[in-house]
């Protein structure tokens, strides 16, 4: 990295730790517990991508059990409206969502599942991803979707939902071999992309 991109890094990072990062982004949580496991969930990506979220910025919002997405108040009527995926499924049958909302990532996501937490946040992180990448993981979506190497059906959505996916699987040993058996280029890719993260977060601190 040059090194008059890593000291502008560095200034912005103002000595921050990722659950400092993390705790600025979650603008509403139910309870402390709920705060933690966002915070603890959201650890395992590169203080790189924590940082250009948190600066976009993202707010994240943390459901409680039974509350809907729809209830929460970072989204506007557009989002609300939006449907999602083939099905034509509604907000509420969502455990999250994340979109842009006035000029900011809205992350909405219950606390419950840390594969859902991490699965939203990849689709923020993936914002920042370059035209080079954004590109390669176009050649790759089309080569899973007709070779029908799919993790899960929620992947082959679209290029957005195939990418957090993957991403959210590399955080968990299991899922990770998973995705590797079945789309290793994407899963050599991805796991390259998080790698040089690391690589460059490690500079900054
Ligand atoms: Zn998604």
Redesign the pocket.
Known sequence: METALRDRLHLRLAGRSKSQLIEEMICRSPHRSASQKVVAGLKVYPLLMLLMARDYPTRIWVLDRDEKPSSAAILDSAARLRRWHSQGIQIDDCE???DVVDGQIAVVVSWKSLLTIR??F??ASTTFLSPKVRSALEVLYRRALDQDALVEP?AG?SL??YV??AMSYCFFDDLREELAAKDLPLYRLVDGILRKADAISQQLI
């Open positions: 999250g969502l994340t699965h939203e990849a689709h929620l959505e957005g939902e957090a996916c």
